[in-house]
């Protein structure tokens, strides 16, 4: 697996000009395009391109941010009103209730030299991750239509909370241009789309920061919400939902938000994974006449070897609590001055207090609107 993992590391800096902290990857055929996909919402007789998901598991199921599907894509859609008017995004919601308002991820991969296949492959459930029980955070987990045909790879992935001061790389899909702004779906489905890659442009972009600040029970409100970090420059429309790789090469986080406004400097939130481990996951399969569905938590899934990680998770607190868990991470102790409950704490320069033994952070419950004022 190191191995393995130097070798991602290698081509995330594939085309990067010296000094330079954000470059593109080929936009076409760059091997983690097999693991990285553009989001697109499906409106009526047109797909409009969302933001970015990527595969994390050996059966397919793939992460991108919250508001992607919520904010972004549901609010262009009429179905999409009903979710948006939700307090969080509904847990194992099946999409394919919501008629044409369908998600699909645009898979591209090589058939010969030069020579690409462009296909949609559609989400078919997606389940918000949610803090004990409740609170929603910014990230989503999605399994789509299981099928044998599309190549795909896993990204394996991390728990751990970076160190300050460590260095990330974000990649995601921007800068896309399509006459119009959207693609008829009949004509990408009758393949009247002929020269497809001129037809259809976007950048795989990378972009490279630096861990400032970590903010335990989420940043702001009209922000990211749930656990996340800071770095020291600023992602680019499009890339939001991405994966964030860690300098040993593995995921430590989602693509959510520019941060630039907060922080007077280039700044950019990346939403935490390690409140998913205990996130239920729907996925199944349909043979035949026959649809075979299975329920399992994230964590459940590592142990089985259908996710591959560094063993991160086993630095994570998950203490049943009423019918649900506290999740908390550890946290070295030398980071701990970054440490903060959230951007207001980060103001009054107050870093979070740990709860039980000084490594843990525990995500606490937010409190409501009134409890606020």
């Given at each position: ?357 000084k490594e843990y952070y525990r995500i606490r419950r937010r409190q409501t609107d009134s409890e606020e004022s």
């Amino acid at each position: 697996m190191a191995d393995e993992n130097k070798k991602l590391h290698d081509q995330l800096d594939e085309h990067r000009p010296q000094g330079a902290i954000t470059w593109e990857l080929p936009p076409w055929g760059h091997p983690l395009s097999l693991s990285v996909f553009p989001l697109l919402i499906n409106v009526g007789d047109r797909l409009i391109p969302i933001g970015t998901a990527f595969c994390i598991s050996r059966v397919g199921i793939v992460a991108t941010a919250s508001h992607v599907l919520l904010e972004e894509a549901l609010k262009i859609h009429p179905l999409g009103q009903r979710i948006l008017r939700e307090s969080i995004f509904p847990k194992n919601i099946d999409l394919k209730k919501f008629g044409d308002a369908r998600f699909f991820l645009l898979h591209f991969h090589s058939t010969s030299p030069g020579q690409f296949q462009v296909s949609l492959w559609p989400l078919e459930r997606a389940t918000g991750v949610l803090i004990e029980g409740e609170d929603p955070t910014d990230l989503t987990l999605g399994f789509p239509k299981f099928q044998q045909e599309l190549p795909y790879t896993a990204l394996p992935i991390s728990f751990a909370v970076p160190r300050i001061g460590s260095k990330v790389k974000c990649v995601g899909y921007s800068r896309t241009e399509i006459p119009g702004g959207e693609i008829p779906i009949e004509d990408l489905k009758e393949g009247r789309i002929g020269d497809w890659f001129n037809y259809y442009r976007h950048s795989f972009r990378v972009v490279e920061g630096t861990v400032t600040n970590i903010f335990t029970q989420g940043f702001a409100r009209g922000s990211v919400r749930g656990a996340c970090f800071a770095i020291n420059a600023e992602i680019e429309q499009g890339q939001s939902g991405g994966p964030v790789f860690n300098e040993a090469g593995y995921v430590c986080g989602v693509i959510s938000a520019g941060a630039t406004l907060y922080f007077d400097q280039p700044a950019s939130l990346i939403s935490l994974l390690y409140p998913a481990l205990p996130t239920e996951i729907t996925f199944g399969f349909s043979m035949g006449p026959v649809r075979m569905n299975a329920t399992h938590p994230l964590f459940s899934l590592i142990e089985t070897g259908g996710i591959e990680t560094d063993g991160s998770e086993e630095l994570v607190t998950l203490i049943p609590e009423k019918g649900s868990w506290r999740v908390g991470p550890m946290i070295h102790e030398d980071d701990g001055s970054y440490v903060f409950d959230n951007f207001s704490s980060h103001q009054d320069n107050r870093p979070s207090t740990p709860e039980g033994p000084k490594e843990y952070y525990r995500i606490r419950r937010r409190q409501t609107d009134s409890e606020e004022s």
